[in-house]
Structure formats: structure tokens, C-alpha cells
């Protein structure tokens, strides 16, 4: 259902529309972000009744021609990242102009000035060099009684109210189709400066001063002809301190006239309705009052829907709730705080009000043209296809209803809106919290995992290089050591063949051939370290490989040995001798493990496109202090004599040159389970080598 039709309006509109109305000039943003202090917390998105932030690389920018000045993400902004255009600079122009200015005071300032005597604040707007300071009550007062004609003219139609410049630009803005019902009556600012000039010369400036940064676009675009310049009361305390003046220092001074009656209530919701004695009768609902954000965007939209009482004649809406709470206000004080603090200036204002005077003063703008026009500028966005909304949702992780959660983290109320946005380039989807969060889990995950991996290559390259640097050491001490050792096994053997079996040396001859036996296997330990022989790869069976390095072993009975070959036809492409050396290294291990009974299980299976040697043993195990030193050259826990230390770190080397990879999981305490320690061998299969 449409809003209700406006018969007689349309042809009003249609004949004001050149009345009051200008063309839109070139103007800078009216609000700004400083970049470096805009934290991503979202909270302008989510109060922006217009949807006219764009978040672009976790930065928050206001879109001039999308932004209606409601001023609501300054005045949210805990960081004070926004910042309003500054009019300062122009008014002070205008003062040292040499021309007369006004200054015309809106309404709100008791509440934004609530320390200040109103006579002093006079006085001090004086002090700055305003030939004229007026309050716009007056001309709030004369608005009033043009809606109230206005109603009475057009008993059939539907205005929406345009005191509020920010309504006006929504409107036109997100709502075009209702640009016709915006009621064609000029806001008091501008009745105010038309009164001001009549009065006192068409040469007269005017400064509108107040609480709304809307009024600074309307006065630029919407009546750049009535209003030279803008200032918000934030502003205008400003400027006061620039320039050193203080309550002290100015004398008491009374408005000059023409003074108002009811205007003064004009900042407060229903105020309008007051001042023109319009009554808001329920039961007949042919006026509806909205303020805040939330909930004129509500009216307007079941208006335009056809939703809305069809009796409903006015709609008086204002962005803020009441302009008290504008974002141009100096105090900080709480809503119903600003509200007593206007009714009690509002009541003092009244005692002893001259009405013949007043009268003579509304008479006297008879005839004032308090008429404008107004254009749709429409910044609607086209939603995308059904297709495009589900691929945008799915990308944030949103495959099904249930995964929307609407929490608004991201500003919008929806995650269809959060989408819209980020499909017109207004948003992005790390906005979305728990797709962030999700994302997030992914990434520390994955850098877990990265963390491990570079653990790992961190520890296996350093462990290379210290065997590269042992293996240069054992082949210098190794060549240099064999000679002299040859001569001494030599010897020591000519020795003990020479002695006969009583002989009381002959033992000592055998500790020296044994002895030096012994080094001599050192010796040809540290030759296999630091070798360098290139391996010599061939198709192997390896099960066939595997029962070759059992029997290499000589394996006591006390040990029972079990043989597990997944695929009894795998192959695999290596050098088979070196290979077997280093299973019979990890078998030799594994029994003098195992000093008493024990199970020896040997194996072999496929992980994908490598091949993984098993030796497990159920022996004393490896404790953790001696872990990260097995592959260490001359390390060993076995007793002197029983070993070099050289058997793991050869094997080592030999699997790394086959590209290959060993691990080793070990507990050596019986609380935590059974003992014992299992090496896994990886190589790559057949065919799958790089």
C-alpha cells in the first residue's frame, strides 16, 4: 500500500519548489577521519542511520554524498577519530569583513551552556564583533504557524516535517518517492536570517549558531542565499577561548529583537507540535512524533510501506532525539538533564511575556516567504542477485540460515546487510567477528603447524651441520690416526705370535692386540661417518630388505622377534647395503635394549608416497634428556666397550642422503605404560623420489 495521496499539496510543492531554494554548490565532507586514530571498533557503522561509512583496509570513511550530517558517529566515537569541517576560520573572516553579522542563536543553547547566564553568553558573542545576536526561537515560532497553516490548507494531505536537516537528507537521499510529502515550509534557521535581513538591512550576515553539523550542509546547499556560515556550539567555545573571552570580562546584554514566544521548545521532541499548537490525539493518529535513529528510519519506512495509520496527517521526525542531543553540544550531561535545563529557561522566558509585542512582531514578517523546494538525490544501492548474496555469505563462512547469526558486530544489523555492503564496496567481510575469529583459529593453527615444521627443519639442520662439521674432524683424525695404528696391530700381534702360552707378558700382548682391534674399529666407525660416498639406488624388495637386516643380527633366544610387512611386493628405490646397515644398526640397538625377555617387532607399510621402516623394541627405553642426543656423534648409554656412539649418527646420514626422514617415540617409565622405544624410517617409494 502506498503513503496516502496529498491532493492541493502537490501543486503547493510544485510552485515553492523555486522559492528558497538554491543551487547545490561545491562543499568539503562535513565529517572527516583521522586515520591514525580509527580503531575498526565499527561503532560509526552501526550508528550511521545512512549507511554512509565505507570500511576500506580496516579504515573508516565517511561518503560526502551519502552522509546526511546526523553527526552520530562523532558524537559515538570514543577515540575521537571523526572530525567536523571547522567553520571557524570563515566566521572570523565574516567579523573582520567590516560587514554587520548576526549571530543567530538556536534554541538548545541553555543546555550546551547550562553554567552560563544566557545575558552573558550575549554579551560574549557580542565581545567577538556580532553586530546582531537573535535567537532563532523566533523564527522557530513563525515555522510553527506556517505547519499549522499548512495542515489547516490541506486537510487530505500528509507532510513529513523538514525542521531537521538530516531527516530532509534522508529523505531525498534513501527515500525519493516520498521527496513530495517533505512539508515545503524552510527550517527556523532559515526563517530566522530571512526575518533578521528584512529587519535590518539585506546586507546583514548571518551565523547560525547551534548544535547540529547537518545545519552546516543545509546552510551550503539548501539556503546558501539566507545562512553565510555555521558554527556548532563546540565551535563557538572555541573560538571563545581563541580569543580570550570569558563571562568576567563582558557585561550582561539582552537579545535583540525580534524575541520569541513557545520557539524555545523547538529542540525537544514534540516541541514543534507545542509551539504550534498542534495536538497530537491518539486516538485520531493523524500526528506521528519519532525521534533517534532508530526510530524515525522506522516511521518513515512503514509510511512509504502503506503500514502507517492511513489518519496520519504529520509526520514530525527528528534524527537526534531532540537537537539537545546534536553532536555540536558542548555538555555532556544526560538527556532528560538537557531537557529540564531548556523547559526552565523556556518557563523563565514567559514570565512577564508581552504578547501585544510579540503579536506585533509576527505581524510585521507577514508577507515573509517561508516557502522552499526540494530534489531527490537518489544514493540508493542496487541489491545483488540471490546468486551473489549466497556467494558473498558463503565466503564468510555463512553456508546455511543457521550459520547468520546477526549479531551486529559488524555494524549492520543483519549478515544479508553486512553482504549488500560488502557487495557494493561499502564493507568487508573481516568485519564479520566470527568469521574473523574462525579465520583467526585457522591462522594460529596453521602458524602451530609452520612453527613446528620450522622447529623441526631448524633442529635437523643443525644437527647436519654439527655432523658435517664431526664427519670433517673424524676424517682428518681417522687418516691421520690408521698409520701409526697399523703399526701398532702389527706389532702387537708379531708380539703375542711370538710369545709362548706360559709367557707372564702373553697376557699383556693380548690386552694390546684386543686394545688396538678396538681402535681399529673406532677408527673404521669414523671413516663410515665421514664419508661422502654418493648411494647407489636400485629397485629393492622391501620385505626381502627387511629379513635381511634381522639375520644380519644375531638375535638370543630370550627375544622373540615378530615380522610385519603390510605389502610383501613393495619396492623401493635405495642403495639396499646401506639400508640394511642401517636396519642391522636399529636391530643391534633394540636387543641390547632389551637385556631380559623382550618383543622385537620388524616391519614395513606405505604412507602415501613414501615407504616407513619400523624397528620397535619393548626395552628399558630412551629417557628424555637423552633424546635429542642419539644422533650425536660418539654419544651412547651403553657401557664402555660396548659401543662408539657412531652407529645412530651413520644411519642417519645415510637415510638423509636417501631423502629420507627417522623419528623416534621412547618411554622409559613403567607409570606412564609399557617401555620400550620404536624407530620409524621414511623413504620415498618407487617412482616418487623428486
Request: contains cysteine; glycine residues 8%; hydrophobic residues 40%.
Amino acid at each position: 500500500m502506498a503513503p496516502p495521496d496529498a491532493p492541493g499539496a502537490a501543486a503547493d510543492r510544485a510552485g515553492d519548489a523555486g522559492r528558497g531554494t538554491a543551487r547545490r554548490r561545491q562543499t568539503p565532507p562535513l565529517v572527516t577521519t583521522f586515520k591514525e586514530r580509527c580503531r575498526v571498533c565499527y561503532t560509526c557503522v552501526r550508528e550511521c542511520p545512512a549507511k554512509a561509512i565505507r570500511i576500506t583496509a580496516w579504515q573508516a570513511e565517511v561518503i560526502p554524498e551519502r552522509c546526511i550530517g546526523c553527526g552520530n558517529c562523532v558524537r559515538v566515537c570514543s577515540q575521537h577519530a571523526k572530525q567536523v569541517v571547522s567553520s571557524t576560520a570563515a566566521v572570523e573572516a565574516l567579523l573582520a569583513s567590516g560587514a554587520p553579522v548576526a549571530a543567530c542563536l538556536a534554541p538548545s543553547f541553555p543546555a550546551s551552556f547550562a553554567d552560563l547566564d544566557y545575558r552573558l553568553l550575549v554579551g560574549m558573542l557580542r565581545a567577538l564583533g556580532f553586530a546582531v545576536v537573535n535567537e532563532v526561537a523566533f523564527g522557530a515560532d513563525l515555522v510553527a504557524q506556517e505547519y499549522r497553516r499548512l495542515l489547516a490548507d490541506h486537510p487530505d494531505s500528509c507532510f513529513i516535517s523538514t525542521a531537521c536537516p538530516a531527516i530532509v537528507g534522508f529523505v531525498e537521499r534513501y527515500h525519493p518517492a516520498l521527496a513530495e510529502y517533505l512539508a515545503p515550509v524552510v527550517s527556523p534557521m532559515v526563517a530566522c536570517a530571512r526575518v533578521l535581513r528584512r529587519r535590518y538591512g539585506e546586507d546583514l550576515k548571518t551565523v547560525f549558531i547551534g548544535p547540529c553539523v547537518a545545519k552546516k550542509g543545509e546552510a551550503w546547499n539548501g539556503s546558501p542565499t539566507d545562512i553565510d556560515e555555521v558554527l556548532t556550539f563546540v565551535e563557538l567555545a572555541d573560538l571563545l577561548r581563541a580569543r580570550g573571552i570569558a563571562p568576567g570580562d563582558v557585561s550582561p546584554s539582552e537579545f535583540d529583537p525580534p524575541r520569541s514566544r513557545l520557539g524555545t521548545l523547538f529542540p525537544l521532541s514534540r516541541g514543534m507540535l507545542q509551539t504550534a499548537g498542534i495536538q497530537e490525539d491518539l486516538l485520531l493518529g493523524e500526528v506521528v512524533t519519532a525521534d533517534g535513529r532508530s526510530n524515525f528510519q522506522e516511521v518513515i519506512k512503514e509510511f512509504e510501506s502503506g503500514d502507517l495509520d492511513l489518519n496520519a496527517r504529520l509526520l514530525e521526525l527528528l534524527c537526534c532525539n531532540g537537537c539537545i542531543m546534536g553532536s555540536g553540544m558542548t555538555t555532556g550531561a544526560p538527556h532528560f538533564r538537557r531537557r529540564a535545563i531548556v523547559s526552565r529557561y523556556a518557563r523563565r522566558r514567559m514570565e512577564g511575556f508581552d504578547e501585544a509585542a510579540w503579536q506585533a512582531e509576527v505581524d510585521a514578517a507577514a508577507g515573509l516567504d517561508l516557502g522552499r523546494g526540494f530534489a531527490a538525490s537518489d544514493q540508493r544501492i542496487a541489491a545483488p542477485s540471490d546468486e551473489e548474496l549466497a556467494a558473498i555469505l558463503a565466503r564468510m563462512g555463512k553456508l546455511a540460515p543457521g550459520d547468520e547469526l546477526n549479531c551486529g558486530a559488524c555494524g549492520y544489523d543483519t549478515c544479508r546487510e553486512h553482504a549488500i555492503a560488502i557487495h557494493t564496496g561499502l564493507a568487508e567481510s573481516e568485519m564479520c567477528l566470527p568469521y574473523t575469529i574462525d579465520r583467526l583459529g585457522k591462522t594460529v593453527e596453521e602458524l602451530h603447524v609452520s612453527n613446528e615444521q620450522l622447529a623441526s627443519t631448524q633442529q635437523a639442520l643443525m644437527h647436519s651441520e654439527r655432523l658435517a662439521s664431526m664427519g670433517q674432524l673424524a676424517a682428518g683424525i681417522a687418516h691421520e690416526v690408521n698409520n701409526p695404528l697399523g703399526v701398532v696391530l702389527l706389532y702387537a700381534h708379531m708380539l703375542l705370535e711370538e710369545a709362548a702360552k706360559g709367557d707372564p707378558h702373553r697376557a699383556d700382548f693380548e690386552m694390546i692386540a684386543a686394545q688396538a682391534d678396538r681402535c681399529k674399529k673406532i677408527v673404521a666407525g669414523l671413516l663410515d661417518f665421514a664419508r661422502q660416498n654418493k648411494v647407489l639406488l636400485q629397485e629393492t624388495n622391501v620385505a626381502k630388505m627387511v629379513l635381511q637386516g634381522i639375520r644380519s643380527v644375531p638375535i638370543p633366544e630370550r627375544i622373540e622377534v615378530r615380522v610385519e610387512n603390510a605389502d610383501p611386493g613393495l619396492e623401493a628405490e635405495v642403495d639396499r647395503d646401506q639400508m640394511i646397515q642401517v636396519l642391522t644398526n636399529l636391530v643391534s640397538n633394540a636387543v641390547e635394549a632389551m637385556p631380559e625377555r623382550g618383543m622385537l617387532t620388524v616391519g614395513s607399510r606405505c604412507e602415501g608416497d613414501r615407504i616407513a621402516l619400523v624397528v620397535a623394541d619393548t626395552g628399558t627405553g630412551i629417557s628424555k634428556a637423552n633424546l635429542n642426543k642419539i644422533f650425536e656423534p660418539f654419544f651412547t648409554t651403553k657401557p664402555m666397550g660396548k659401543g662408539t656412539g657412531l652407529g645412530l649418527p651413520v644411519s642417519y646420514g645415510i637415510i638423509k642422503m636417501h631423502h629420507g626422514d627417522i623419528r623416534v617415540e621412547s618411554n622409559d617409565d613403567p607409570a606412564k605404560g609399557p617401555t620400550g622405544t620404536t624407530f620409524t624410517v621414511t623413504v620415498p617409494r618407487l617412482g616418487a623420489r623428486e
